[in-house]
């Protein structure tokens, strides 16, 4: 990266992967990528390689998380360097062959873009997720998808009471979740390139197809893709800030002494992702009726509320905190001949 | 039964069962059934037997719907006299001992009662599934549960723009469906009772408990309790009438030659169980955009609309008609000295 009058030069980013099917019961990302793969006339770009591609396969044929463990969990140094023994989990040989595949994780010849697709049941509304508050090509993308997203929420505001504009519209909101946290952040499928990022769009049920969320998903993706296109093609981006709820903590459940929950995510939290949770709001209810408060110093922002794929992570929700992060302009580097 | 005056003598129901998790995913009737059998008294009732009772434990454990078939199809004859013989799917191996703790099925020593306890995706509040027209203690059943509940509906109009009391009191529609139409019919897992009843409540995750379904189906129980208790206390019920939605057609989503399916449900039909479909109204929305209209010559009423676990059982939703039935007065049969 070289700076010049607050100018950063990055370089461009002609290959791109997008990714569904990581978890194989979130149905938006797994249909939009067979679509794709069938017919890609919709992500052809100037000047970019894309390529659609499910990642969990197997976990896709059963409609299920995963096969044998987390496959958003497994791209760790351990795994990657396992050797290719008989017997190794099918996420981890996965794993291995998707760093084959579009990395080396790490290595200059990994991909420069990898979008990764997944749904919530929690009522995340299109949540863009960035692993790092320093990269600044995915601080400009965000930018550029939440500014190309925001006429659609002036429309849904226009017509607050029309149920239909509301469904079409809900989930166009783009809140960015930073995951950043060393205790929180885990090694995803999508960290194989330079640039990763996640699209989580809920709320949607494991194994439904929802229409406003597939619609949703399809429009951020082709803001996405429009955006690398401009980038590449030599445009300069100016200065922005942008909103991101950084990863804080995870709150799981009441449980009793055998690890079952005893208490519920409150209705007043319930679909709440992404408002406030001050000191002495109601957090959980307990199946006798007793309301737990949060006890918390400070406001946090919750999310992934009561998200089904993480009662077995012990996570009830995560709280995260609001920040304002400033991103130089960025321009494409011309290579200089030698 | 007997009929004098209009009136139906009918024997006393005093053993009664709760079935949580026939459905390994459906997280309110197994949180329930499982609090219920750590402490019993919010269920006790004078004269009643009443048993909280998981009906598919591994399939609990597991959380998936099932592990080799699904249970709530597995009540056939077939089934049911099948040899013990060594690999029985899971399932059946568990529906002939279920037959046998609350059956036999169909034979006079069966339970009276089972309410069997289940959650849907679908936007489809808190349903009764009744599996016979012409069974009048059910119907004297529903209607009670129906007007007791009214006063939380009319609670509910009263604050249409509280949020949180919306969200209390959301699924307490309790509509009626019945499923006696012969293509439509399964065997249920309640059935093994001489009166069966179906409680599905929505919309929930698979995998997911949320507060609100948990409450409401909870209050169905604590006024289905009370009905018996009711009942068997000798009180005459007075005739009444009762709404139901009776099964009528199997919608599939369309699909592709290899059985994918190219379309989903219309934005304008998703979330709209029980609500009248018209010829020539929106049903489904083709990944390219097309929208494909309902052409059935009469107005029906849909439900189970895109339930994940029908995907695979080519189900996008189930259209119903609306019938009125009427149920005479009934009282429990005196026993006679001889």
Same mark, same amino acid.
């Given at each position: 990266?070289?700076?010049?009058?607050?100018?950063?030069?990055?370089? +461009?980013?002609?290959?791109?992967?997008?990714?569904?099917?990581?978890?194989?019961?979130?149905?938006?990302?797994?249909?939009?990528?067979?679509?794709?793969?069938?017919?890609?006339?919709?992500?052809?770009?100037?000047?970019? %390689?894309?390529?659609?591609?499910?990642?969990?396969?197997?976990?896709?044929?059963?409609?299920?998380?995963?096969?044998?463990?987390?496959?958003?969990?497994?791209?760790?140094? +351990?795994?990657?360097?396992?050797?290719?023994?008989?017997?190794?989990?099918?996420? %981890?040989?996965?794993?291995?062959?998707?760093?084959?595949?579009?990395?080396?994780?790490?290595?200059?010849?990994?991909?420069?873009?990898?979008?990764?697709?997944?749904?919530?049941?929690?009522?995340?509304?299109?949540?863009?997720?960035?692993?790092?508050?320093?990269?600044?090509?995915?601080?400009?993308?965000?930018?550029?998808?939440?500014?190309?997203?925001?006429?659609?929420?002036?429309?849904?505001? %226009?017509?607050?009471?029309?149920?239909?504009?509301?469904?079409?519209?809900?989930?166009?909101?783009?809140?960015?979740?930073?995951?950043?946290?060393?205790?929180?952040?885990?090694?995803?499928?999508?960290?194989?390139?330079?640039?990763?990022?996640?699209?989580?769009?809920?709320?949607?049920?494991?194994?439904?197809?929802?229409?406003?969320?597939?619609?949703?998903?399809?429009?951020?993706?082709?803001?996405?893709?429009?955006?690398?296109?401009?980038?590449?093609?030599?445009? +300069?981006?100016?200065?922005?800030?942008?909103?991101?709820?950084?990863?804080?903590?995870?709150?799981?459940?009441?449980?009793?002494?055998?690890?079952?929950?005893?208490?519920?995510?409150?209705?007043?939290?319930?679909?709440?992702?992404?408002?406030?949770?001050?000191?002495?709001?109601?957090?959980?209810?307990?199946?006798?009726?007793?309301?737990?408060?949060?006890?918390?110093?400070?406001? %946090?922002?919750?999310?992934?509320?009561?998200?089904?794929?993480?009662?077995?992570?012990?996570?009830?929700?995560?709280?995260?905190?609001? +920040?304002?992060?400033?991103?130089?302009?960025?321009?494409?580097?011309?290579?200089?001949?030698?």
């Amino acid at each position: 990266m070289s700076s010049r009058c607050n100018i950063s030069g990055l370089q +461009e980013a002609k290959r791109v992967a997008i990714f569904g099917g990581t978890h194989g019961n979130e149905m938006s990302g797994i249909m939009l990528v067979n679509m794709w793969i069938n017919n890609a006339a919709e992500i052809e770009r100037n000047g970019l %390689v894309t390529k659609p591609f499910i990642s969990n396969p197997r976990a896709v044929e059963k409609c299920t998380r995963y096969i044998d463990t987390d496959l958003n969990r497994a791209f760790t140094p +351990e795994n990657l360097s396992a050797p290719d023994v008989e017997g190794l989990q099918y996420e %981890v040989q996965r794993a291995k062959e998707i760093s084959q595949m579009f990395g080396p994780k790490g290595s200059p010849g990994a991909y420069d873009v990898i979008f990764d697709l997944h749904n919530t049941t929690s009522n995340m509304g299109s949540t863009l997720i960035l692993e790092s508050s320093t990269d600044l090509f995915n601080l400009q993308m965000v930018n550029y998808i939440k500014t190309s997203t925001q006429h659609l929420n002036t429309l849904a505001k %226009v017509f607050p009471c029309n149920k239909k504009i509301k469904k079409a519209m809900a989930p166009h909101t783009c809140p960015v979740l930073l995951n950043e946290n060393p205790h929180l952040k885990y090694s995803t499928t999508r960290s194989v390139a330079k640039h990763p990022i996640g699209l989580e769009v809920g709320p949607q049920p494991q194994g439904v197809l929802r229409s406003n969320v597939f619609e949703s998903m399809r429009t951020i993706l082709k803001h996405a893709l429009d955006f690398l296109e401009i980038f590449n093609s030599g445009v +300069e981006f100016p200065p922005c800030t942008v909103e991101v709820f950084r990863a804080h903590e995870r709150m799981d459940y009441p449980r009793d002494t055998n690890g079952n929950i005893t208490a519920m995510v409150h209705p007043h939290l319930q679909d709440c992702d992404w408002e406030p949770l001050n000191r002495g709001d109601p957090m959980f209810l307990t199946f006798d009726g007793r309301t737990i408060l949060y006890e918390g110093a400070s406001t %946090v922002y919750p999310t992934f509320i009561n998200e089904a794929a993480y009662y077995e992570k012990q996570q009830a929700f995560m709280t995260t905190c609001r +920040e304002i992060l400033a991103a130089n302009a960025i321009r494409k580097t011309v290579k200089v001949k030698s």
